[in-house]
């Protein structure tokens, strides 16, 4: 109780969690075949139910502990988000979206919401899969923003390579969600490409700032 998890290995702590639906069962052997399995902890946590199920010793029941934790921790991190003032820099963000997002199979567009003094209101994943100029609406993102009454946008999405490199149509989505919210009086603050443990930022590479100048000089 007073040192925490100090000196758990993570196979330990995952025998733990799934001790909590099997309290009279030996629950080490099993915890470590997930380990092997899945090579770290975080890939545990972050395993589908199929695949958790595929183990020896793990099964309905007792998953419940293993998936308990990881969305304990995702409201956790999820709730002090939305009650910190302001969001001022992009580790912030990352700080947060990081476990979200990392080690993700697929795809997810998340959006942070902002009233207008840069607090959050609310965070929401609009899209998933593969993310092309043609499955990110831009429309919606507008609706949504609205529905929210938004004064800032952030948007973030999941690289499941581990590559943060911003591709061409991550730049082209940004354009486009830049001037349609533009239009709306919508300001977009960031971007950030997630990786397993880094990120890209948008705004940090100047990108955001550029876009913005383009969107001032067309002429309506």
Known sequence: MDSGLTGFHDYEVIELLLSLSTPRKDCKDT????????????SVIEASSEELCEIKGIGAANLFGIKLIKSVAERYLEKKLIEKYTIHNSQTLFDYLCYSLCNK???????????????????????????????VYPREVVLTALRHNAAGLVFAHNHPSGDTTPSAEDISITRRLIFACGVMSITV?????????????????????KMKLEFDCIKF
């Open 105 to 135: 199979k697929k795809e997810y567009f998340k959006v942070v919401f902002l009233d207008v003094k840069n607090r959050v209101i609310e965070t929401e994943t609009l899209f998933t899969g593969t993310l092309t100029s043609s499955a």
């Open 189 to 209: 603050h960031e971007h950030l490409i997630i990786g397993e443990s880094k990120y890209f930022s948008f705004a940090d590479n100047g990108y955001i700032e």
């Open 31 to 42: 915890a470590k075949l997930a380990i092997k399995k899945f090579k770290t902890f975080q």
